[in-house]
DNA sequence: TGCGGGTTGTTATATAGCATTACAATTTCC
DNA sequence: GGAAATTGTAATGCTATATAACAACCCGCA
């Protein structure tokens, strides 16, 4: 059982401000006040998928290789900004759980083409269906307007 | 020599768009957007600190330790979001270099209280100057008030 | 047409950054 | 005064990731 905590305090990872203590001004820090907000990001990400074994990382695979069938490996790996070793193991992750499969590419004999299977299609839609219920949690603080305005503009800086 | 790359394509950690590759809808999930600034905001952090062994990580330590002298490893670990052990390895690091020590607590003889040193002090001032130049390059495609409104909509999801 | 250089998937290996657990010394609370 | 909690620490392990090397393969070019 890995979801067996003490729970004394916040568990490692999230952040949680410690009351009485000076963060100097680590808040003028646009750097620091993006990490915190994608660290949220992830604790909520976690919220809504608990239970199932799945990481953003795996998550953006997926959601990658349904939107471009017959994707390769490399291709993948840039898209995920990872080397292409990392791309081996999440397809191999998918593929143990017959969620993706490589099939044969008849133009290039190296290398594969990732495909969805119906599993993987079915798990895919449920998974959106919680991260973007989970998103609308996440974000409740924020107005529909800024919600829209906070992705334009991060939409911006990462662009 | 570890700066040495073939620095063929991007260099793996950075998230750069894949031209001719759809990313379903990715973009919608607030998540996933943060995700992808969050990292260019590392990426942007180490080129500002490039020679200078530090991570972001590290450099918010010792803000923290300096806005809070005589700051307990404890305390530390909490503002950090990491464990105890977390806090041992940073404070260890910060001390083999000479940025920080530890000194004897009158009040409780378990604990040690954090100082930076002068050569910490004088560190993290440079540090300061390059963090706060790199941000304004870093958020150079948005106005003054598109940034203001960020860091306020971020600190809103964040709290 | 064959050859050299780049690409692809793969394996092996290493590393960084964490968390978890256990422990002794100490403090705090009843 | 004794039980329970806290502190720093060490040992251990896990996960994600990078790097390097390799064989099979593609492609452009002499």
Redesign the interface.
């Known amino acids: 059982m890995k979801t067996n905590r003490k729970a004394r305090?916040?568990r490692?990872?999230?952040?949680?401000r410690?009351a009485g203590?000076?963060?100097?001004?680590?808040?003028?820090?646009?750097?620091?006040?993006?990490?915190?907000?994608?660290?949220?990001?992830?604790d909520?990400?976690h919220r809504a998928t608990t239970g199932i074994d799945v990481s953003?990382a795996r998550y953006?695979a997926m959601?990658?290789v349904?939107?471009?069938p017959g994707?390769t490996q490399s291709?993948l790996s840039?898209?995920l900004?990872?080397?292409r070793s990392?791309a081996m193991t999440v397809v191999d992750w998918l593929e143990d759980r017959g969620l993706a499969e490589r099939r044969n590419l008849p133009r290039d004999a190296r290398a594969w083409g990732l495909y969805l299977t119906p599993r993987g299609e079915s798990m895919l839609r449920s998974l959106n269906r919680k991260?973007?219920a989970n998103?609308a949690r996440?974000?409740a603080?924020?107005t529909a307007a800024?919600?829209a305005?906070?992705?334009m503009?991060?939409?911006?800086?990462?662009?």
């Open positions: 305090g916040p490692p990872g999230s952040i949680v410690v203590l000076s963060y100097g001004d680590l808040d003028e820090h646009l750097g620091y006040v993006l990490r915190r907000a994608q660290l949220a990001g992830f909520a990400f953003p953006t959601v990658i349904r939107a471009n994707l291709a840039g898209a900004g990872t080397a990392g991260v973007r998103d996440f974000a603080r924020l800024e919600r305005t906070l992705k503009l991060l939409g911006k800086l990462a662009g």
